[in-house]
């Protein structure tokens, strides 16, 4: 034990990403095998669908295996649309690197020189929350269930400033243990992150995320809404009889659900308030192009997001005031397996259950899309195609 703060139980429609357990070993196989897995998984069962890109380099290679709605018999294909949610997090942390390398913030200035009497919270007398902080989870906020925050897609999401003045209204006052003391994951965070963007640059959170990473990139079937994505978009899936099915039930807004299935509950296209922390909805040709970026120094075929630089500190493990290392880089859940170290995010609820992991050492992606809530992605997404030895 690094005598850290105990991370807080996750919601249903956005989720920390899991550390892995138990014994864990690197599987090397080729992309093309790996890309294989999205066909035995429906196959076995595991899920109505899954859809599997690889990236390496520029190089983005896609299969797609199932059904995108079991009620309708329809399958899934390459674009079909997705909800990703807490992936959402990695666009949100992009964005601050952003502003902080044109030096229109710093990540490690105090959030409240920003944003004021919006942060309203107790802060430690000499030690501020920053944009780093609440990067990397080590912040103090709460993480308020966001299960009453989901709504039909055609309901109007109230502004970052209205949600935000909402929860530190319910929530934000007292810390739930001291900034820069340990890491809990927290929602409320990334919220107040995308407050902050809207404040530095001036653009509302959504139109900042669409015109400076979603535009560059040519990612033109993500979005924060589902309806122009409707055409091919997957349905969610949860299985009858779970304690997480039967939890999302009771709990949930009723309007989010679909008509049942004699096994399966069913969700119809919908959001959560909460933009920055769980709002985009991509597929897997979109998120290879974000994850090339991420992995091509910042930049996907001459498309840059960030320099160099924001991407090595994006990258940097980061370590809370007592000097103990985190489980977090900016944005990212960081970890390592037989010594490699890898980047990676998941997100979970409503019935989609996706996964992004980067694996820099060896210049290698993987993004994992499924519509069932209890899918477990890692033992794809720890899969890697074998080194190749230096000429």
Known sequence: MRGRSIRSTPSIFAILPLALVGCVHLSERTSAQIRGEAAIEVAEGRAPAVVI??????????????????????????????????????????????????????????????????LAIDERRGRPITARDLLRHGSGLGN????????????????????????????????????????????????????????????????????????????????????????????????????????????????????????????????????????????????????????????YQGRTILSPASIELMREVQRDDRDQPLDFALGWHTDMIEGERYYN????GGGYRPEIRLWPSRGYGVVILTNLTKFDPRPISQQVPPQVPPQ
Do not use: C
């Open 53 to 118: 890109a690889t990236i390496e380099g520029d190089q983005i290679a896609i299969e797609a295996a199932g059904l995108a709605s079991l009620a309708e018999g329809r399958p899934v294909d390459q674009d079909s649309a997705f909800a990703i949610f807490s992936i959402t997090k990695l666009f949100t942390a992009t964005a601050v690197l952003q502003l902080h390398e044109r030096g229109l913030l710093d990540i490690d200035a105090p959030v409240r020189d920003y944003l004021g009497d919006e």
């Open 144 to 299: 308020p269930s966001v299960w009453s925050y989901a709504h039909p897609w055609q309901v109007e999401r109230p502004s970052a400033q209205a949600l935000l003045a909402e929860l530190m209204a319910a929530h934000g006052r007292r810390l739930r243990y001291p900034t820069g003391y340990g890491e809990r994951y927290s929602n409320l965070g990334y919220l107040v992150l995308g407050r902050l963007i809207e404040v530095v640059d001036g653009r509302d959170y959504e139109t900042y995320v669409e015109q400076e990473i979603l535009a560059v990139l040519g990612m033109d079937r993500t979005g924060f809404s589902w309806g122009p994505l409707l055409d091919d978009a997957a349905t969610g899936h949860s299985r009858k009889g779970q304690l997480f099915t039967w939890l999302a039930k009771r709990k949930a807004n009723p309007e989010v659900f679909g008509p049942p299935l004699p096994e399966w509950e069913t969700t119809l296209p919908f959001h959560i308030d909460g933009a920055a922390y769980g709002g985009l909805i991509s597929t897997a040709p979109d998120l290879a192009k974000f994850v090339a970026a991420q992995l091509g120094e910042g930049s």
């Open 345 to 348: 995010h998941m997100g979970k």
